[in-house]
């Protein structure tokens, strides 16, 4: 069971109080009248499914009631951050400077 | 030298120093007509059938580690086709028409046992799913048959069908045919006889990279053990499908998720079928061995650890114990992770990509194994005729854009 | 040796109670404080139970945990029966009863011992060879047999009446491993602020020094410093001590899974008392001091009863006071079988021999044992052993010579050397790396914050390990220490004998029979990994996970393969640590308390009233009020009639209610739902359709605008969850600009429905503060005001197609307002009706249930609920989907009416539908029946079914085989009844 820091209660807790809430940094297409079914699609179904950095989203469901993000290596499963919603995606340097795993 | 129990015999009597390798690991050749990534069952069995059925021999299948060390050598053996949905219930039917005759397909003992699967309702919604299940299944001509709540009794004496507060057994749909086989055993049989009709197995060679032409057909992949070439090349990695496929520049509609599943120590017969229960999140059957083989759900992020949490395993065995009170004093000896690739709607992908010359197997999610020989075939015949067969058409990527998405899950929605 | 004695070979009593137990029928004495495996070795019985394949004879290999040959079946009666406990840690209390297991009908007369005699015909896989012919005979035949050969125990018939605990708990140190290492580790964490946890699987701490009578440490015998450092600890209010306690798993971050035992030992252990327990701590830092297991030596003969480990024979002894055995040999290749050698002959047991592998050895050890007169043999090993129940002779062969030479014995020792416990620590995914100094894996790079100590990170010895564990607990303790030296030793991957192979028997894994040779087979055909060398052999499978056999196994495979031992590797640890009963991680969510059974603040009326009750998700709802002896069919019909014809009463209770508050709360409904909310008026309903963003139904409701910011959302009740998730994702992940707060109201009210056309008369007189005139209180309307002077949001709904209210009072104000709304009812004949009542009434409305008549494949096209989606709104969730070309194409399944041509036939929910029934299987099958009733209102059955292309099939007829009988039926629009809606204006 993980132990996940919430960004917005600041704070270590045990992986029950979460729900996993799939990749971060989807942006849900504005002009979707506009694009075809295969962009469409793309936005509903892609997904990175990540060997290693994965940016995800987590929902502080048994605590703040929160979604965030998080950088976590899916390879270790060590969180590397975790970052409120709204914030950008972590640059490759930031999150290399941040890991601790190997 | 042919398995049999003459042969079994006959070498005893030399002190079985004679036998053969049973799969020669082999380097790899610079060139093959196809290339197979993965040597699960899914990809030793396409090369097996490749070589078999469709003429085509100069076939390799690369494996980044052992052969059969995914989730053919990690999951919980359980059979069955009682699927709703045509093209579900056509591509599962497939593959238990080919697992019953497997063995000596094979020359090989798979242990293919056709204990019965026994589907537990537990509440008005289960029993109305099952029906529409059993009723699907029986103008598909698919078996499966709705147990009262008596004959679930009768069929599994250690049941217990007493009016319990929570989860109280309504009845059950039984599919006969179904069962479990021994999951080491069809990877090594496949493996054996791939070998033995030329397929080369090349093991500890992972791949780095797809290479692809200036129009953009694939033209062999690079490997541990450097390059290889191949017009044709199919992905058969379960849960590593999106890496490779990503070595390709191809996105997936695939993530992958942790499972687990336990064993008890082994015990006398007492399970005498497979018993599954949807509503509970259990499912459990006895190995030739003894041990309780008990499946556990999926850990709720994805990863590649091959590694769960230990929560999932408490209420998995928390359900089972409800539903089998009597093995609470059992004990968990061993317990382990696979990484499981799931598609949205939970169906595979098993067919052609928008690549030429690339062809994907993926997205079995939890239920690949009972798909073995089938999808092998049909991923066989694919590569073989550029076209899919007719039952594994369904099951392509284009389902993703237009729609037309064959949800198992969805159709056994919980009602209100 | 004395027989006149109870117990024959027991060297010194410990001076505890003695105390009887049975095996097998027959009863023994022990003493407090022994398991059954010291209590039957001193009463001299060494057979103890049959391996899992050949049913071969076996006695103890070990003294622990790590046991794989002398698994009983402890039995405290009905539905307390536990098959394969190891002897050597079933601690024995006064009146316990154990059995040997995997033989019948008795052990020493065992049928299946003739897998022994024909074993050459059954080696590593031959089940893949074979049982392939006739095809039938696999299921009928073979399969059968197989399995009632193998498995160990029964398992239990009986429900298990024992109760499990589990809990939390959170701690600076875990320390796992009272042995000198962890001790020493404890000791110095005890002296920080910490809080320490110290576990150890045995019921004593002290872990090699309860078995090492020789060593003293800052001068103080072991009993005495094993007190005084207990004491200490015991004192220390920052360290919890869990005995019985094994430490199972590693996991993520570490958290570490405990199962304590609590009452196996005890004689007396009630039922209600926790068996086990089981602990998940998480721990800022973690020290394993898990030790390290003897490894056993892999020659001919060595799996006779009375063959053991030099660690475990020296463990009973100093232990247990008991001798193994008054005629003791010893095979090593290691030093430290000759401490074992010499505890046995100072305590007066005859060491004929000790038989040493390597060609020199230590000159102190040479001079000790010429001390005691016990012969050493160099460049030596065993190459046959004899005896049939117990080992009575071994065959000494010095391989130089090529000669031989009988040594009579009633036990034999053997230490191939010691294999550092890494379970946890690779648990972790922490590294290992091969030590060549040690021949064994050692601990590499940690993963988590974790370290090993003591012999578990490969270093050996009393002192070593005291001072590590001090050490990396932060302390700087020194101690000082008298023992006798750990020693070296060498490792031979395989021993001499003069005799061939094949023909040998040289067990490597003991209760999975799996020898020397079946691994050299394993890696003949083919298996040259080391993971299938593990399945191929099944070595390292059986119920002690490999714990003597692993590294044995390992090294013998590299010689097969060619490879170095770091490039074979070892097979993946998996959790537990040792078999962990399912009882104890089920912990105690089992019966009442397996799940949360939510209850309405009306259900409890519902009991007195003799409701039937059905589960809806995780809630219980009343199905229906039978009335005496009324069955549910009758029930429901009279349910109806009353609620069509007078009035009925409904708990509504469970739907899912979202209240939604903010400047921008119809913004936020807008994208939310399908329909249009902007201009819905404050006090008006609308129904809203809510889909996911594949533009398949998700969900549904009524949802009534309170004021100009804030509506009262209702949901599904298996929905509420997910609803609630959905919009906070959308809300706080989508479209974080909108000023809107979601708060889940479900348990705040409860909701009590009324229909029929006395709806309005009844709650008239008991309404404050609304007009309820048809004219000022329309149909989808809601309004604020008080029901019996209590605060009520009142909805004019109706889910049954006839005048109906939805009254929303506090929750805790349920019953008191149902109650009073009953008794006034009389007066109506008002009848409470449950979900099926419910169910029929609208269905014969056409209404549908999300989860029923749809299934997560239905988009509202399909649902012929067009109307519920607005063609203006540029955006919600699931609109562009619904643009998507199969969605839009034809043949999609569509919810339409059936009335069946016999309107007496009531159709299966779930049958499936055809054009043409005669055609052949498999057959094309064009939908299905979604829901089905008897209607008593219209005197016939009604059903709702999706159909391929239904909406232009209306009043063509198609067909549904059942087994036996095909049912014809009309497709029609779904509403059945009242389809102008004119009986809402009824009363």
Known sequence: ?102 | MKFSARSLFANALTGHKNWPEQFPDKEPEKQYDVIIVGAGGHGLGAAYYLAKKYGIRNVAVIEKGWLGGGNTGRNTTVIRSNYLYDESAAIYDHSVDLWDGLSQELNYNTMFSKRGVLMLAHNIHDVQSFQRHIHANRLNGVDNQWLSREDCKAFLPILDISERPHYPVLGGALQMRAGTARHDSVAWGYARAASQIGVDIIQNCAVTGIRRSKDGAVTGVETEKGFIKANKIAVSAAGHSAVVMAMAGLRFPLESYPLQALVSEPVKPVMPCVVMSNAVHAYISQSDKGELVIGAGTDQYTSYSQRGALHILEHTLMSICELFPIFKRMRMLRSWAGIVDVTPDRSPILGKTPIEGLYVNCGWGTGGFKATPGAADLLAYTIAHDEPHKINAPFNLDRFTGGRLIDEAAAAAVAH | MTTDQPNPYRLSDSGTRQISFTFDGKTYQGREGDTLASALLANGVHLMGRSFKYHRPRGVLGSGSEEPNALVSFDRGAGRVTPNVRATTLELYDGLVANSQNRWPSLKRDVGAFNNTFSMFFPAGFYNKTFMWPRSFWDKVYEPFIRSMAGLGLAPTKPDPDVYASTYGHCDTLIVGAGPAGLAAALAASKTDNRVILVDENPALGGSLLSSEKASIDGASITDWLAQTEQALRQAKNVTILTRTTAIGYYHDNFIALAERLTDHLADAEIGQSRERLHRIRSDKVILAQGAIERPLVFHGNDLPGIMLASAAQTFLNRYGTAVGYEVAVFTSHDSAYGAAFDLHDAGVHVPVIIEARTDIDADLRDSAAARGIEIVLAAAVSNCFGKWRINALELYTPINGKTRRIKCDALLMCGGWTPSLHLWSHSKSSIKWDDKIDAFVPGKANENASCVGACNGDFGLQTALEAGGRVAGGEATYTVSEVPFGRGETFRSLPNYKDVSKQKAFVDFQNDATEKDISLAVREGFSSIEHVKRYTTIGMATDQGKTSNLNAMQIASVAVKKSVQEVGLTTFRPPYTPTTFGALAGYRSGDLFEVERKTSIDSWAAENDAVFEPVSIWRRARYFPNGSEDMHAAVARECKATRTSLGIFDASTLGKIEIVGPDAAKFMNLMYTNPWAKLAVGRCRYGLMLREDGYIYDDGVVGRMAEDRFHVTTTTGGAPRVFRHMEDYLQSEFPELDVWLTSTTEQWAVIALNGPNARKLIAPFIDGIDLSPDAFPHMAVREGKIFGIETRLFRVSFSGELGFEVNVPAHYGRAVWEALFEAGAEYGIVPYGTEAMHVLRAEKGFIIVGQDTDGTVTPQDAGMSWAVSKKKKDFVGKRSLMRSDIVANGRRQLVGLLTVDPNVVLEEGAQIVADPDQPIPMDMIGHVTSSYWSETLGRSIAMAVVKGGFDLEGKTIFVPMPGTTHSAKVCNPVFYDPDGERLNVG
């Open chain 1, 1 to 102: 069971m993980f132990l996940i820091h919430c960004p917005y209660c600041d704070e270590d807790r045990p992986e029950i109080e979460f729900s996993y809430a799939g990749e971060a940094h989807i942006a849900r297409p504005q002009n979707a009248d506009a694009i075809s079914d295969a962009e469409w699609s793309e936005y509903l179904f892609i997904r990175e499914n990540k060997r290693g950095i994965h940016c995800e989203r987590w929902w502080h469901t048994n605590g703040c009631n929160r979604f965030f993000n998080a950088v976590r290596n899916t390879v270790t499963d060590k969180f590397i951050m975790t970052y409120e919603m709204g914030e950008p995606r972590p640059t490759p340097e930031e999150i290399e400077a941040a890991r601790d795993d190997d």
